[in-house]
């Protein structure tokens, strides 16, 4: 939500946008352009949206409490100091104010916006620690606080229940409170470049949770229950110890040319009988299972399978989820057309 454009650096046609974006103005300079505006009260009733992001300033010029109609203020990039409680009057939808220099003692002591704020943006600060003054913003849906300095998500995290978008990327952050998976309206959660070691197994319970970023943390295992995430479109694993791991192995562990065989004969339905074959590629060749997913031409082996901790997806592919996901543990006992257990599969996995 950076970009709000006018055909005028004041305000765009119908009054309700007032831009001041890229010229470098200091807080006097901005609060004089406001007495100006300020002059008719018509205009100040009009404005909903006020753009002052690149500029100069060191803290908000006071006079910019009068545009009480303001909904969007977009306030990034200026090297801000301090953030006055200067809302108390407006219904503020967004609150964006990343890149600057703020701190946790930067906030006013309370939002008194917080019964109308949807969107808050933070990230690229310098807060060391959650700041508390957001558990008021009952309403707030998007949060982002990345690239800052901060060191634990607190366990109250689950106060702001309605939030959609988490994003902490960036942080100082090494574990997860299991409260997390109190965020029942999660779609996305994004904890990127921290140094998280392990999530807890509750975030099986963000059941509308689309995509999950972890790459650059210092992950070892993922929670089994992850697979639970049915909405799961996308998860981010690149440089963790996890994946430098499996990749290793996948270098240093080939699959055997047994294993390689009876692949290819059963990917291609070649009809083998005793004495085509040696007996233990045969014997072998009993255990190969097809993937349960019915546009999958794939297959896997038990004895393949069920002793790695990574995904083997029916020997095309391996993905470091877990080992149940195209494993014999998929089929349930008797089904005799292999139809999928669960319907759902994961979309994107980005290991690098």
């Known amino acids: 939500m950076d970009n709000y454009t006018s055909d005028s650096s004041d305000s765009d046609s119908n009054g309700k946008v007032l831009d ?20 008719d009260s018509g205009k100040i009733e009009d404005v909903e949206i006020i753009i002052l992001h690149h500029n100069q300033l060191s803290t908000l010029p006071r006079n910019i409490a009068k545009f009480s109609n303001v909904q969007v203020l ?18 503020l939808t967004t609150l964006i104010a990343k890149n600057n220099c703020l701190k946790n003692e930067s906030l006013p002591k309370a939002f008194t916006v917080s019964s109308t704020l949807r969107e808050l943006n933070l990230s690229g600060n310098l807060f060391e620690q959650f700041p508390e003054q957001l558990y008021d913003l009952n309403s707030l849906k998007y949060l982002y606080l990345g690239g800052n300095r901060i060191k634990t998500i607190p366990k109250n995290i689950w106060k702001l229940n309605c939030l959609q978008i988490l994003s902490m990327g960036g942080n100082q952050l090494a574990e997860v409170p299991s409260t997390l998976g109190r965020l029942k309206q999660l779609h996305a959660l994004v904890l990127c470049d921290n140094i998280i070691e392990s999530l807890p197994s509750n975030i099986a319970n963000l059941h ?28 981010s694993l690149r440089d963790n110890p996890l994946i430098v791991r499996f990749v290793s192995n996948i270098r240093h562990n080939t699959a055997s040319l047994k294993e390689l065989s009876a692949r290819v004969i059963k990917l291609h339905h070649i009809e083998v ?8 590629l045969l014997n072998y060749l009993s255990s190969a299972h097809h993937c349960v997913n019915p546009n999958c031409r794939g297959v896997f082996f038990n004895n393949r399978v069920e002793h790695v901790k990574f995904v083997d997806f029916c020997g095309k592919y391996r993905i470091p989820l877990l080992q149940y996901l195209c494993s014999a543990k998929c089929v349930t006992e008797g089904e005799e057309d292999l139809r999928p257990a669960r319907p759902y599969m994961m979309k994107k996995v980005l290991l690098g």
């Open 74 to 91: 977009d306030i990034s990039n200026n090297g801000l100091r301090e953030l006055p409680d200067v809302f108390e009057s407006w219904q």
């Open 273 to 280: 009988e005793t004495g085509d074959v040696p007996a233990t």
């Open 20 to 39: 001041f974006a890229y010229l470098l103005l200091d807080t006097n300079k901005v609060e004089e352009n406001l007495d100006e505006l300020g002059k």
């Open 208 to 235: 509308n949770l689309k995509s999950l970023l972890l790459h650059k943390n210092k992950l070892r295992t993922l929670p089994p229950e992850i697979v639970a995430l049915k909405n799961l479109t996308e998860l």
